[in-house]
């Protein structure tokens, strides 16, 4: 842990202002990341800048029928949200799924998209990672690899974003809200975050000095066909060895829409497209699903320790999507998968 | 009379520990408090060849950078490094001593300030320069250096030619990985320093006459006195038997500031400390046609350090506890360039008894008889390595009721053929078995003439209950209401104690109390002889007790004077006896405690997810002073085992020679959504001979075996055997 000087935020453009002007200054939400990183020495800010106390904890409708989330929602008051829980349940689903309830109080909403992997090598500074350090290598290529990317990796860097309500947002076609010194701009969801090809320190596509000011959620929710299943080490508080979020929408007996996302594969929340135009049109079966899962997983690598995730991710994108169109959602709090 | 003894009495230190008040080694302020930080190896082995301070002595606020070439005297002889349990074989590990690197995570500086953040801050701008050296880390790739250690179970018969020729034959390796304590409280000392050469040392363990004397040879040419106080410890699990390393700098950080300083390790920094070797364990089981074993041919491997020898009993228990005309141990250690392994909750015995139980389940499935019926048809006695009697075995009845409670009659033996809708549900039992030891331990009483009276001793309660059950005993045995009695613990001055572990400290601290209460009553009748007209004239200590404030006629409950009036007859405010308790040394019975567990699971069949949906533990354990305590033992002790059978690894990446997941987000233990139904039952196990008070202890018995009965009825449930911990559910697909 570095020394460091701290400062609040009286504003968003008093936000933006404050980062702009330091070379080595970092927004501090509920820290519950931030921290943990600091103190190992990963992240060395000079200047945190406090952003908690801004008003972005409202979570409103919008014209269109959707939802603006504010980038200060706690998690669990997103979780717990009426409106969430009503219109969007995927996503409460998902959030709690994630840490603990502690840490979903602290967490924020623009917090949780920006957290780092949980790749063991990025947080030990005795060895080398080149999303800590680019250019020193990757251990986990040869290394402890279990949790590691099966999808998407590159030889530079072969870490999952650990973020379950992401998998979600990716999968509902959120929007990001972002403010920087060149004024406010929106990122589709799915180009938020990046692939690591060779730039693997870079986890998203945020400019340096641009703040999350909220999160959109369009008017679709899919609250009737929809489930996220999360397998991991142990029963809870823990991150996913594989997550799926899926969400159906079904007339007369068919497939009119889905939406299939993974998490713990990937660099970024995994959405597959292919595999969501592959279900459309069709009957909500085995068959349907197992292709679409066959679609998903056309392109996956392991490696030694994470090989079992491929055949893993497969049964979980089947076993969600029957959830999703039995309309029996895996519940959060009952760890029986249903 | 016993009031309390055998009663679920609530902790009497529990309204201090949920209200804040109890303190913890950290917990201990002073005006001034200097903090430190631990700058710590991150090289296996090698050498320090060059280590600059200069840019951390630059941060305002820092005091001092101890290195081991700056840093005072420390003794120079092994011997004083050797704590009261240290292996007897090896040259301890001396903090901050020389230029040798040993171990990933060893401390090679300590950072002193005014606050621990500066320190922490600090420490990162020490620059280590190391002269590394190869070095080995992984078991597997060692095991052509693996050597036998003598142990003390012989072999019987001739094993190999038995087991050659047996009807039915098991043979497999079973591993269980390097496993942590992780106790919640953090490692910490707080050293205070008195004057005059004297030193208070707030530290986090289980032995304070332990560490007490230790400190004093370690700093014997410049600390007159040492007085090492711990009253409440936030959970140890074996992790504090031994003075860990923090202790020893906080000292040095004292002595070379002549001021009083606290040090707490991080959690990653505790992964330095010991831990439960990972252990490979060969199990070769010969059985006759009729389900009796021909023969155990049992041989362990584990994991210690270069520098010491640290092994346990594992294979003693395959020996002890069937029935077998011929067996066979062997033990084996393999060094590694890593700390010395440690005691772990129930050490040798969680590890041996979980390869000799999965080896029995996978020997009914080869006899085709169900694996309580196999456990029944070996069933032994005798304590078979010294063919001994037991004072007491209901293991028996620990089978009966725990498979009654259950409901085992009902399980069908077939793999796969339980299910609950998507899941597989199997259902595996297991036997356990600890030691009843007892140690010699004194304990002090003052009796005033109110009525109250404190009760002290050395010992440590580390989370056990140790200060609820004396308290029992000593309310029993005065005859007082408990809320008269209060408890010192844990304080180096205070009346001798061993560290508390292996589960000793119930008998033993009991019987201290026990018998110094009977001293107590035996002045108190002195006491009651002398007035003249005495109602006890005549009465010998035998034949009077203690009893609702009064020395009591066990006769005639009519005769009887209070304790108040005794002691304004004879002038006394106050009343103090302090004794030695020792027990017999009986070499003519075995004792044991042991346990039966049975263990449900459900599997998801597609997506191999397991949870341990209800484990019911029957443990004899002779009698059981407090149920709930005890019940608490029992009840954390399944949860350990669950720990171990499913979750609990320390990953190495042996490629840099270091534990990966060195914190408790990535070391998994269970949480609460992996602990379901745990019923504990206490099998009535009268025994008059293992001590007057017949009391066996519980710390440990509870943990032994439950990671068998998951793995078995993860067998059961899903037809995979899987050996080596834990079990995640890529292995069950593998
Ligand atoms: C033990 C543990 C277990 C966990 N388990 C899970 C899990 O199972 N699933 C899961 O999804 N998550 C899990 N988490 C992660 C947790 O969800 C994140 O740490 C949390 O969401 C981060 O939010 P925060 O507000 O605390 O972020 P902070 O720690 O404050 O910040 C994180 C990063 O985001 C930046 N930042 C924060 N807000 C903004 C903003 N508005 N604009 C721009 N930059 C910003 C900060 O500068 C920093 O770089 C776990 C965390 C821990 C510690
Ligand atoms: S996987 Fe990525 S984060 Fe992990 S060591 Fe490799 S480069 Fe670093």
New interface residues.
Partial sequence: MINFQYSRATDVADAVQQIAASTSAKFIAGGTNLIDLMKDDVERPTRLIDISRLPLKQVQQTADGGLHIGALVPNSDLAYHPLIEQHYPLVSSAIRAGASQQLRNMASTGGNLLQRTRCAYFYDTATPCNKREPGSGCSALTGAQRMHAILGASEACIAVHPSDLCVTLVALDAKVHVAGPAGARVIPFQDFHRLPGNTPHLDTNLHPHEIITAIELPAQGFAKNYSYLKIRDRLSYAFALVSVAAALELEGGKIKQARLALGGVAHKPWRVHAAEAALQGQVPDGTAFARAADLVLKDAKGYPHNMFKIDLARRATIRTLTQAAKGTPQPPSNKKIM | MTAYIGTPASRIDGRAKVTGEARYAADFNEQNLVYGAVVAS??PKGRIKHIDVSQALR?AGVLKVLTHQDRPQMAADDDAYKDDVAPEEGSPYRPLYDDKILFNGQPLALVLADDW??A??AA?LVQVDYDAAPYVTDLQAQLSTAYVVPKPEKPRGDAAKAYAAAQVRHEAEYFIPTEYHNPMELFASTVHVDGAGKLTVYDKTQGVQNVQGYLSKIFAGSVQEFRVISPFVGGAFGAGLRPQYQVVLTVLGALALDRSVRLVL?R?QMYALGYRPATIERLALGANADGTLAAINHEAIAVTSQFEEFSRNDTGWSGLLYKSPNTKFVHKLVRLDVPTSSDMRAPGAATGVYALESAMDELAVALDIDPLELRLRCYSDRDQNENLPYTSKALHECYRQGADAFGWSQRNPKPRSMRD???LVGWGMATGVWEALQMPVAARIVLTANGHAEVSCAASDIGTGTYTIVAQVAADKLGLPIENISVKLADSTLPQAPVEGGSWMAASASHAVASVADDIRDELLKLAKAVSGSPLAGAAGADVTLAGGRLVSRKDAGRAMSISDLMRHGGLDRMTKEKLNTFAQDHSHARNTHSAIYAEV?V?E????I?VTRVVSAVAAGRILNPKTAGSQVMGSVVGGIGMA??EEA?Y?H??G?I??ANV??Y?M?????VHDIKVIFVDEPDDQVNPLGIKGVGEIGIVGVAAAIANAVYHATGKRVRDLPI???KL??
């Fill in positions: 991150t090289i941060v953040e500066t922490r801050f990162t991080t990653q809708g998507a899941d459900k998801d597609q997506l191999g997810v949870r499913l979750h990953v990446d490629a840099f270091r990966m997941n987000a990535e998994h269970p949480v609460n959504a992996d995640t559910l890529d697909k593998a």
